[in-house]
């Protein structure tokens, strides 16, 4: 398997411009997860579907920021308009919420720098 | 609401030195324990993981980590470590409630250094 994938894997633009971030989870799991890591504030879930559906949203930091799970197989996160507080790695994450259940399964992240 | 404190937010060590990684949890309900780590610029991998059964629990690359359920804690341990397990740990927990979903609660991190 090829595990959880992310692209891009750095992405670098100005203040004010739109992001998206996109994530492809294991095949299989039916739980996806989006996390933010920043030094100063380490790792914070950000919102967590479950079957598509987002089960909690409320570690989103504010209205710039919506995810979406059109299909079992695809995430997307977007930020506009970005700000350079936004300049974070953002991790997608999945599992399997059902038997026999499974652990988090990370991906190696987005590095976002907002200039 | 769980919540779990890593009690140190860095650990440097000699190279063959053990090394002990300290957890400690609250939740009014059982829980499922985890150890990741990440190494620098990659996601988080997990080490090792108690569900049930026995509060010994072997991992990946040697580490081992031992469940005490009077004293919610989770320690991780290795008896000698090596240059190539400098990174971050990240202890995470969750409900061990088959409608809580996967959602992990996590520490805020040991960096573990290991020094020639």
């Known amino acids: 398997d090829a595990g959880v994938i992310q692209s891009p894997r750095h992405e670098v633009t100005e203040m004010g411009q739109e992001v998206t971030l996109r994530c492809k989870p294991i095949?299989?799991?039916?739980?996806l997860f989006w996390y933010r890591q920043t030094m100063m504030r380490g790792l914070e879930l950000l919102i967590y579907?479950?079957?598509?559906?987002?089960?909690?949203d409320s570690g989103m930091p504010e209205d710039r920021f919506s995810a979406k799970m059109p299909n079992a197989s695809f995430s997307t996160l977007k930020i506009q308009p970005s700000e350079p507080r936004d300049s974070a790695v953002y991790f997608c994450?999945?599992?399997?919420?059902?038997?026999?259940?499974?652990?988090?399964?990370f991906g190696p992240g987005t590095r976002l720098t907002v200039t | 609401a769980q919540s779990v404190t890593q009690l140190d937010s860095q650990v440097p060590v000699f190279e063959e030195a053990p090394v002990e990684l300290r957890c400690n949890y609250s939740?009014?309900?059982?829980?499922?324990l985890f150890w990741y780590v990440q190494y620098p610029n990659q996601g988080l991998q997990l080490l090792l993981k108690?569900?049930?059964?026995?509060?010994l629990v072997k991992g990946i690359n040697g580490f081992e980590a031992e469940f005490n359920k009077s004293q919610t804690s989770f320690h991780l341990r290795k008896p000698s470590v090596h240059i190539s397990d400098t990174a971050e740990y990240f202890c995470?927990?969750?409900?061990?409630?088959?409608?809580?979903?996967?959602?992990?609660?996590f520490g805020e991190g040991t960096q573990l250094t290991v020094n020639p």
């Open positions: 994450a999945s599992s399997l919420d059902s038997p026999p259940y499974s652990e988090q399964y």
């Open positions: 095949s299989g799991h039916n739980s």
């Open positions: 579907f479950n079957n598509n559906v987002p089960i909690d």
């Open positions: 939740s009014s309900v059982s829980v499922y």
């Open positions: 108690y569900l049930s059964g026995s509060t």
């Open positions: 995470a927990v969750r409900k061990n409630l088959e409608t809580s979903g996967s959602r992990l609660t």
